[in-house]
Nanobody, 118 residues
Framework: QVQLAESGGGLVQPGGSLRLSCAAS????????MGWYRQGPGKERELVAS???????NYADSVKGRFTISRDNAKKTVYLQMNSLKLEDTAVYYC????????????WGQGTLVTVSS
């Protein structure tokens, strides 16, 4: 069973940058997608960015041009580089892995808090 360990959250001023990391342990089926979701105060969880095993990326409109998702398959790690952070980026960020094998599997991380505040 896949387990996910997130790191990199914290407090940052508006306009600043943070880099989130999510390391997976255990076997991951070769056809998969890794991504980041977030849930802000009083909001529903939403997709921030994802990257599949072919390297195809997908971003929420609100983060396009500011956030970059990448992955290191050898390390089974996905990263989220967040630049030009805004107050509205404040949220708990969750790592997510979707596996498309003989059966669909989805795993969530515990979440890491990102607070953008002056």
């Amino acid at each position: 069973q896949v387990q996910l360990a997130e790191s990199g959250g914290g407090l940052v001023q508006p306009g600043g940058s943070l880099r989130l990391s999510c390391a997976a342990s255990g076997y991951i089926f070769s056809t998969n997608a890794m991504g980041w979701y977030r849930q802000g105060p009083g909001k529903e969880r939403e997709l921030v960015a994802s990257i599949n095993s072919l390297g195809t990326t997908n971003y929420a409109d609100s983060v396009k041009g500011r956030f970059t998702i990448s992955r290191d398959n050898a390390k089974k790690t996905v990263y989220l580089q967040m630049n030009s952070l805004k107050l509205e980026d404040t949220a708990v960020y969750y790592c997510n892995v979707k596996e498309y094998g003989a059966r669909y599997l989805e795993t969530w991380g515990q979440g890491t808090l990102v607070t953008v505040s002056s």
